[in-house]
């Protein structure tokens, strides 16, 4: 009886591998509902954001699959209200590989980032871009699919040698909507105003000092040898520490594999 449980086990194992072939790195949970940016951030007024949760993380996920790093969002809520595929949703994944970098996040995120980084990747509907520290394109194949049942964004980034190294990357994921600006291209994060309008979300800032990002995921503050590390702030008080008097923009944390 142990045995067959066992090889039962190890056949659901193996067809679990089969149908994934990446291997987990990290994945963190994310809160629903938590979409307000500093507190009381909300949607577009236009019918074609529905219920909202366009940008509220339910989960990140990093794998690894043949060289390729491969950054999941699990979404609550996907939408194509014009049977174009997802163009409301726009995600980031700023990713620091060694010292130095962009302490900016673009695409008029407006915010900074605790980690500079190396590469920044954007990825809405069906496109995908991927910016070096100098702000440049690079083309190095990354791709996008999106799981509309699903609500998933799966971003593949192939770059040479990460074998070993993305275990010490560090990784700052946020989401906004886009605005493609009818474009149909890859746009940049949808701005927040203090008041919504048909097209802009509300719960910020008229001038451009608010983040235009609706949801990250905050790491855990570690603990040293049983003394906090520092300490633990919320979602709200990370986003909401933007001031127009001191001209500061707020600044993300970095996530680490461990
Ligand atoms: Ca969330
Ligand atoms: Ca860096
Ligand atoms: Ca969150």
Redesign the pocket.
Known sequence: MRRITVVLMLSALMLCSAAHGAEPLSVWQ??????TGDGDYTYPTNAAFGEGGEA???SFSIEKENGNLIFVFHM?SLVDPWEIGNRLTMVAVAIDTEEGGDKELRRNANVLLAAPSEYQIFAAGETVAVIDAESELVDIGATVTTDMAKNIIRISVPIAQIDGAASAWRFTPA?GLQDDYGAGGLGDFREVRAEPEEWRGGGGHDLAIDPNIY?I?VPEVKKLFGFLGGKQRTQEEILGAYSLERGEYVVLPALEIN
């Open positions: 994310d809160a629903a509902g938590d979409d509220d993380i339910l609550r989401a949801d995921i």
